[in-house]
C-alpha cells in the first residue's frame, strides 16, 4: 500500500476514535450533571413502549446513572487508549442496541426528541439516527483494525483508570442530584423572565395541520381529506376523524406554565406580576417528595409570611394526594395546580425552591441547600 495513502489510513482511524470518544464523553457527561433529567427521559420511553416496559420506570433513575456513567467509561477509554480491545467491543454493542432503537423512534417517533445529549443540545430522531449509523461506522473500523491502537499505559495504570473514570461518573450524578445541575440547560435558568419566554411574535409561524375523516361503507373504513370526504353521501357512515401536526410552528421557550387554583380558577398574571419577591416550592409528585424537605418549606413559609413575601407550593398531584401530605407532614402552607412536565422543567429538585420577582428568576435551590433570610 502507498506510505502516504496508509498514513493518510492511519491518521483518520485516529480521527475516528477520538471523534467518537469525544461524542460518548460530551453525552455522558450532560446526562450526569442532570441525572434526573435523564431519568424522566428513560421514563418516557418505557411508558411509551407500555407492557412490562412500563413496569420498569421505578428503576429509570438508578439505569440514568449507569447509562452516563457507562458512555463516560467508554468515552475516556477511547481517548485515552485504555483496555483497548475490550473498549471496542463495549462500544460496539453499545451501538447494536442503541442504533435500532433510535431507528425505531425515528419512525414511529414516539418522543419529540431522543435526549442522547440530556438538554445542552436537542436533536431531532433522524438527526439522530443518522449520528448513530456513523459512531456504528467507526466502531466497526476500530474492531477491525484493533492493532492500530496500541495502548500507552501500562495495565495497572489502565485497570486505576478505568475505575477512576466509573468512580468520577457515579460522583458527578450523585452529586448533582443532591444538589442542582452545574449547568442549567432548562428554560427556567436564573435571570430568564417567565412571560417574555412564554411570549409569541405576531407574525410567528404556526403550526400546520391535517386532519383526515375516517368513514365506512359496507364494513370497509376509508380515510378522506377535508377536499374529498363524502359529505352528502349518505352511503358513507362517519367513524372518527384525526388530526395531526405536519410541520410545527413557532413555540416559545416556555409555553405550558400555568398556575391554579383547585378550583381552575388560573392566578398566573397574578403571581408573574408581583412586584416583591415570590417563593415557589415545586413538588411535582407528592409521592415522591421529600419529608424533609417538606418540613423545611414550611419554615420557610412562616418567614415568608412575616416578611410580607409571597409563596405558593406548585404540584401536579391530585386535591387527595395533597390533603394525605398535609396530613402526613403538617404543613401548612397552600398548594396550587401546575402540570407535571413544567414542574419538571422548573427545577431538577423534589421539592425544589424558586425565588422569582416580577417573573423573573433571581435563584434556584435543591432543598437541601436552600436558606432564607
Not at 477491525?144 to 458527578?172: C, D
Amino acid at each position: 500500500m502507498n506510505k502516504s495513502l496508509q498514513k493518510t489510513g492511519d491518521i483518520s482511524l485516529q480521527a475516528g476514535r477520538i471523534l467518537f470518544g469525544a461524542v460518548f464523553v460530551f453525552s455522558g457527561f450532560v446526562k450526569a450533571i442532570d441525572p434526573l433529567g435523564n431519568a424522566y427521559k428513560i421514563e418516557d420511553y418505557l411508558r411509551t413502549f407500555g407492557g412490562y416496559f412500563e413496569r420498569l420506570a421505578d428503576f429509570a433513575f438508578p439505569v440514568a446513572i449507569a447509562l452516563s456513567t457507562l458512555e463516560l467509561l467508554i468515552g475516556l477509554n477511547m481517548i485515552f487508549r485504555i483496555h483497548v480491545n475490550f473498549t471496542n467491543l463495549l462500544a460496539f454493542l453499545f451501538m447494536l442496541v442503541m442504533t435500532p432503537m433510535t431507528l425505531y423512534i425515528a419512525v414511529k417517533n414516539p418522543v419529540t426528541d431522543c435526549g442522547c445529549f440530556g438538554d445542552a443540545l436537542i436533536i431531532s430522531n433522524w438527526a439522530t439516527f443518522f449520528k448513530n449509523l456513523v459512531l456504528m461506522t467507526i466502531v466497526i473500523f476500530m474492531l477491525v483494525y484493533h492493532a492500530k491502537y496500541k495502548p500507552f499505559l501500562t495495565k495497572k495504570i489502565q485497570y486505576y483508570g478505568s475505575l477512576l473514570f466509573i468512580v468520577i461518573g457515579v460522583l458527578i450524578s450523585v452529586t448533582n442530584y443532591r444538589h442542582l445541575p452545574m449547568m442549567d440547560f432548562l428554560p427556567y435558568k436564573v435571570g430568564v423572565n417567565i412571560q417574555k419566554a412564554m411570549e409569541i411574535p405576531d407574525n410567528a409561524p404556526k403550526d400546520i395541520e391535517q386532519t383526515t375523516f375516517i368513514y365506512e361503507r359496507e364494513g370497509e373504513q376509508k380515510e378522506f381529506t377535508i377536499d374529498n370526504y363524502p359529505k352528502n353521501d349518505s352511503t358513507w357512515i362517519f367513524v372518527d376523524q384525526k388530526t395531526k401536526v405536519i410541520k410545527e410552528g413557532f413555540k416559545p421557550a416556555i409555553h405550558d406554565f400555568r398556575i391554579e387554583s383547585d378550583l381552575g380558577d388560573n392566578i398566573t398574571d397574578e403571581v408573574l406580576s408581583y412586584p416583591g419577591k415570590t417563593y415557589l416550592i415545586i413538588m411535582y409528585d407528592l409521592d415522591e417528595s421529600s419529608i424533609k424537605g417538606a418540613k423545611k418549606a414550611e419554615i420557610a413559609y412562616q418567614k415568608a409570611l412575616k416578611a410580607g413575601d409571597k409563596f405558593y407550593a406548585l404540584t401536579g398531584s391530585s386535591n387527595i394526594d395533597v390533603a394525605k401530605f398535609v396530613k402526613k407532614t403538617g404543613v401548612t402552607y397552600p398548594f396550587w395546580k401546575t402540570d407535571v412536565t413544567a414542574l419538571k422543567s422548573i427545577i431538577r429538585a423534589n421539592p425544589g425552591f424558586v425565588l422569582i420577582q416580577k417573573g423573573t428568576i433571581l435563584g434556584k435551590w435543591n432543598w437541601r441547600d436552600f436558606k432564607i433570610d
